[in-house]
């Protein structure tokens, strides 16, 4: 079993669409794609957490089709588009604001990370190794040596893995606000 991180699919949102024309013709093909994409990288046995905005301006029963298409057991970290048609999905457990876990990355070591739909400038566990992943911000933000964004928008329109996600920490130039501040990396 594999853990892997995304957010910000915004299934059925049609004003976001507009924004990605370039990449999708419509919110159809937009859906399409996505599902295509997190069904090729998750096995029906794997974990996937959404770091929120699973959809927005789609009817419950939109939400509902597509949630039942993709693969893995899902956990949700409530983003600010996730009103009750998001909320009321069969989640493996109830959907949170935020949460630290601890998660192994395919070859054995253990990553405590702090998931939230939102980028903190700081966060529970920083000074103590705790990694942070969030969305919200369609990857606009620089990734740090201890933070990115694992939307949609930052990573292909598909979910990642957790040891890719550490190797792009670690080879990203900035650190951290307050790191950085203290001289240190």
């Not at 069969?90 to 990553?111: H, S």
């Not at 969030?134 to 694992?150: E, I, K, N």
């Not at 040891?163 to 990203?172: E, F, H, K, P, V």
Request: glycine fraction near 8%; charge should be negative; proline fraction near 5%.
């Amino acid at each position: 079993m594999t853990t892997y991180f995304t957010a910000d699919t915004h299934f059925g949102d049609a004003p976001l669409v507009q924004r990605r024309r370039t990449t999708f013709a419509s919110v159809e093909a937009h859906d399409e794609a996505l599902v295509a994409r997190w069904n090729a990288i998750v096995g029906v046995n794997d974990a996937v957490w959404h770091l929120g905005d699973f959809t927005a301006g789609a009817s419950r029963a939109h939400c509902a089709a597509v949630f039942g298409r993709l693969n893995g057991t899902k956990r949700l970290v409530r983003g600010n588009h996730d009103t009750n048609r998001v909320l009321e999905l069969p989640w493996t457990e109830p959907p949170v604001e935020n949460a630290r876990i601890t998660v192994e990355d395919g070859e054995g070591q253990a990553w405590r990370l702090f998931l939230s739909h939102y980028p903190h400038r700081s966060w529970p566990g920083f000074w103590r190794g705790t990694r942070h992943l969030y969305g919200h911000t369609h990857a606009c933000l620089p990734d740090t040596s201890r933070a990115c964004d694992v939307g949609m928008d930052a990573w292909d329109y598909r979910p990642v893995d957790l040891a890719t996600l550490i190797a792009r920490q670690d080879a990203a130039e900035q650190a951290p606000e307050e790191m950085a501040l203290r001289g240190l990396r």
